[in-house]
Every structure is written in C-alpha cells, then in structure tokens.
C-alpha cells in the first residue's frame, strides 16, 4: 500500500479511536473493510485520492459477485460513506465519491428471543433452585466445605447472577464483562453500564437480581478474586475478568444442564429483555433508554417482533383465524 494511503488509514483509524470513541472490535472491522477496498483500487492502479465513485460502484460489484450479503454490502458502504467524509473534512479531497451510491435494500430479520418459559428454566425456576445450590440472602459456603467446593459454589452463584443481569438489565456481553463492583448501586436499585462509543447508562435492576448480586458480593466473588487486585464484577475460576468467548460458553452449558435445547447465545437475553418488556406493556421511548439505542428506529424491531407473536396466538387460537 503506498505510503499516502497507509498515513491517511492510520489518521482515520485514530479519529474513530479519540474522537468517535468507537469501540476496538468497530475500528478493527472498518480498517479490514478499508484495507480491503484500496487493495482494490491499487490493482486498478488507483488510490483513495484519485478514485472515483465508479470505483466504488465496481468494488462493490465485485464483492456482490463474489457471494457477498446484502447486509455485508451495506456494512462496507457506511464504512466508505464514513472515510470519505473523513477525507473532505480534512480537505484531501473535493468530492464525495459514494455521494450517488444507495444502500442495499435489506431484508429485515427479525431477532430470536427465548420464550419466558425458557428464562422460568434457565433461573432455576419451579422447583430447581435448590437443586443447584444456594439462594439468594445466604452464604455459599458452608462449614466444612473445601476451597474447590467452595469455588465451585462460588461460579454457580456468579453464573446465578450473570443470567439474571443479562435478562433483567438486556446488556451488551461487552457491558457485562466491563462492568466494576461499584457499577451496581444498591441504594437506587439501578446498573450503571458503558455502552458503545463508552456512552454511559444508568438501568434498573429487580428485587431478585439484586438479592443474587449481593450474595455474590458477599460470599463468593472474594473467594474467586483470591490474591488479585481487580474491580472487575464477573470473575472466572482464576480471579481474572471473563472474557466474552468465557460467558457465551458458560450460558451454552447451562442451558444444557437445565433442560433448555435452544441456541443460546449472550445477546439473545437481551432480544428477549426488550421483547418481554413490550408483550407486558412497556412504552418504546423506555425500551429504547434501557436498551442505550441511539435511534428508535433500531428499538422497533421489537414491536414488529410482537405482533407477529400476537398474529401466531391469533391465528392458532380464534376459530375463523384461518
């Protein structure tokens, strides 16, 4: 890549980092997307000054051509749109070459939610709870118990409350793995979480998941934390923040264990968060708070996501339905 077209990736790359506050995933996905594109352009003998949106146009025809997504041709577009913009701010160009290009058109995939009979499973609900161990309100540890044993009593009640936070708060799995011991404000029963672009927001949290949370706190994060100086809330088996990879294959094998033979997956509580919210009454405008969207727009998917559950009652329970 010329020397030019490597500085002006590195100056865009660090405006999305200091200015944009996007997140490391985000800038890692634009700069593949951007890479991408101006190996393009040398092989036509071009460069991200000198292109045109004719270049852009057959970029984009190539990836379609090449099995791209609709969805993927609009992710490199924004990508483009965004760069470009960039470039005429900082004056190294005169025009805008994706100014004539449109958005793919998409189709609109509505998110999987888990039933709330499948979240009655998953919170140990009708019976299992003390099956799995300790409730809330009481110590993990008993006297006689081991250290292992007591560990392991320590990561249930930690799943314990992850489960519950993810659902009760809809988070991000980024938002959880972030979040500190001081995040949970007891007091106020509220959650404070950095969402993306570090945007901070404060959501409430029930009477249960607070009971879980406590109990965690009190007995079993410190025996997780051992000798490691950290603030982190969610700690794996050897003190350290779990990462995401961590959670989403500890929900896979709690799911397994209590009888739920959905695809779980961490995002899928918080698509079933906003969903239930709607089925029981609750206004967009706060789905939308909750949820930390920028745009309403991206919080209606739920409603649409609600009459079609509402439709599927209707039509397999009213006679003439059909």
């Known amino acids: 890549m010329e020397v030019q077209t490597e500085a002006w990736l590195k100056k865009y790359l660090s405006y999305l980092n200091v200015e944009r506050g996007l997140s490391p995933n985000t800038r890692n996905s634009y700069e ?52 470009f913009a960039f470039l005429l701010g900082e004056e190294m160009r005169e025009d805008d070459p994706t100014e ?42 008993k ?26 708060c809809g988070l991000r799995v980024s938002e959880l793995v972030g979040l500190k011991v001081s995040d949970i404000i007891f007091e106020t029963r509220t959650l404070r979480c950095r969402g993306k672009g570090s945007k901070e927001r404060i959501v409430p949290i029930g009477e249960y998941a607070l009971e879980v949370l406590q109990n965690y706190l009190e007995h079993d ?9 950290t603030e982190v809330l969610f700690l794996n088996s050897r003190g350290t923040a779990l990462t995401r990879q961590g959670i989403w294959d500890i929900l896979k094998k709690w799911a397994q264990t209590h009888g739920v033979q959905e695809n779980i997956y961490p995002h899928k509580f918080r698509h079933s968060f906003a969903t239930h919210l709607l089925d029981h009454g609750a206004d967009l405008r706060s789905v939308q708070e909750m949820l930390g969207h920028a745009d309403i727009a991206t919080t209606q998917i739920y409603t649409h996501l609600s009459r079609q559950r509402l439709l599927e009652v209707f039509r397999k329970a009213h006679p003439r339905a059909d």
């Open 221 to 229: 994060r410190e025996r997780l934390r051992g000798k490691h100086k």
């Open 100 to 141: 004539y290009l449109s958005t793919p058109k998409l189709e609109q995939h509505l998110p999987h939610v888990l039933s709330e009979g499948s979240i009655s499973k998953l919170m140990g609900e009708g019976g299992d709870r003390d099956k799995e161990g300790p409730k809330p309100g009481k110590s993990s540890k």
């Open 32 to 83: 593949r997307d951007l890479r991408k594109f101006t190996a393009f352009l040398q092989q036509r003998g071009k460069n991200i000054i000198a292109c045109e949106g004719n270049d852009l146009f057959l970029f984009l025809l190539q990836e379609k051509n090449q099995g791209r997504s609709a969805r993927t041709l609009a992710r490199y577009l924004a990508t483009l749109r965004g760069f």
């Open 143 to 168: 006297a006689g118990d081991s250290d292992s044993e007591g560990k392991d009593k320590g990561l249930l009640m930690r799943n314990m409350a992850m489960i519950e936070v993810l659902y009760g």
